[in-house]
């Protein structure tokens, strides 16, 4: 798959469900639950790493899934544009989102979403 690929690129630390489990001190299952409610957002069994910070999800990134996900996109879509650099941004989404500079992140999905 051609975003599979592409992901691969953008994305360079991935952690599988049970890593993910870890660090947030949940369940397996409590991870699946959490990506089927865009909470987080995954490709297979993998999660980007860099959705988590300080054992928690970032802040914004459960409203951004779920208003992405909303508009029709899938996981593999959120993620490639969440991971690609904008230089208007500047830098990459889930970078503004980690430095708590989300709110033009947020602006930018509600509009892309519709």
Same mark, same amino acid.
């Not at 599979?4 to 630390?13: M, P, S």
């Not at 949940?26 to 409610?37: C, L, Y």
């Not at 069994?45 to 208003?67: S, Y």
């Not at 996981?75 to 033009?104: C, H, K, N, V, Y």
């Given at each position: @798959?051609e975003?599979?690929? %592409?992901?691969?690129d953008? #994305? %360079?630390?991935?952690?599988d469900?049970?890593?993910v489990a870890?660090?947030l001190g949940?369940?397996v299952?409590k991870?699946r639950?959490? #990506? ?6 995954a ?5 980007p790493?860099?959705?988590? @910070?300080g054992?928690?999800?970032v802040?914004g990134v ?7 996900s909303d508009?029709?996109w899938s %996981?593999?879509?959120?993620l490639?544009w ?5 230089d208007t941004?500047?830098?990459r989404? #889930? %970078? ?8 033009e ?5 509600q509009? #892309?979403?519709?």
């Amino acid at each position: @798959m051609e975003a599979q690929h %592409d992901l691969q690129d953008l #994305i %360079d630390e991935w952690l599988d469900w049970k890593g993910v489990a870890g660090e947030l001190g949940v369940s397996v299952g409590k991870v699946r639950t959490m #990506i089927r409610e865009h909470q987080l957002a995954a490709v297979g069994p993998r999660v980007p790493a860099e959705l988590l @910070m300080g054992g928690e999800v970032v802040k914004g990134v459960p409203g951004l899934l779920t208003v992405l996900s909303d508009g029709g996109w899938s %996981d593999a879509e959120i993620l490639t544009w969440l991971f690609t650099a904008d230089d208007t941004l500047p830098g990459r989404p #889930i %970078d503004a989102l980690r430095e708590d500079r989300g709110s033009e992140v947020k602006r930018r999905a509600q509009a #892309i979403a519709l």
